[in-house]
């Protein structure tokens, strides 16, 4: 059984020549889980060779365009596939008021049945669960309702259980540390290094060293960091700023996969 993420886009806001806007997919107990989609994630899914036939749930985190853009090609897509499994969608309420007109207009025709389910961001609660996996949502705070998602997995026999913890845009907030304690994998956005610490207060959200100290307090086994500023075109000064507070640090480097 392969646990494991693939990086699909770890840009912010802005899609430039080196990064796409976020998304991932979560393979966990042999489910595939989406976990927001911005612009192209489908297209990197096909060159990938992702199955989407597979994908049974999508997660969004907040309802920035970069988190979610990509969803309306993708629904319209899987259409056109023939696809007939239901497809699952958990996010902010407002999500199915923003994508109505659109499926409407466009999506009429859907070969399977669109399922959109509410969650509060602002609330952590099981949003998700079967026999083997809990999805739990994870408090953040941005210049919006955001959350992140904990995957936790439910069983398996002596070995010791995955956990792997999406922590999207948000400001520094030890106050998840709790929640994802002890995670196997943390991914945590690291939008800024120090040096602009300004600019991530003005725009919520996070640097490369805040990210490491959640995953040290955490006691993380590995940090994924990611939503790089498109002012900076080298990455290694985030993980060099990373890895001086928590040395197994990792970039979320796209069309890459990190076992859990």
Known sequence: MNNQLTILGSGSAMPTFQNSPSGQVVELCDKSFLVDCGEGVQITMRQLGIKTARLYT???SHLHGDHCF???????TLGMMNRTQPLHIYA???LEK????????????????????????????????????????????????TCGFLFIEKH??????????????????????????????LYHEATY????????????????KQAANIARLAQAGKL???????????????????QQVFPNTVLAIERTTIDL
């Not at 290094?193 to 490369?208: G, I, N, V, W």
């Not at 994924?224 to 500023?229: E, Q, T």
């Open 156 to 185: 398996r026999g002596q070995e010791p259980r995955k956990r792997y913890a999406y922590c999207s845009d948000t400001v520094y907030r030890e106050q998840i540390v709790e929640q994802i304690h002890g995670v196997d994998v």
């Open 224 to 242: 994924v960091i990611g939503h790089f500023s498109t002012r900076e075109d080298d990455h290694n000064i985030f993980l060099d700023e990373a």
């Open 92 to 94: 902010h309420p407002d």
């Open 193 to 208: 290094t120090e040096r602009d610490l300004d600019k991530c207060k003005k725009h919520t959200h996070s640097t490369a």
């Open 70 to 76: 990509g969803l309306i090609g993708l629904i319209s």
């Open 58 to 60: 999508i997660f969004i």
């Open 98 to 145: 923003l994508l109505r007109p659109m499926l409407d207009y466009h999506c009429q025709d859907l070969p399977y049945e669109l399922l959109f389910h509410p969650i509060n961001p602002r609330k952590r609660e099981v949003i998700w669960e079967d026999r083997t996996v809990t999805v739990e949502s994870i408090p953040l705070k941005h210049k919006v309702p």
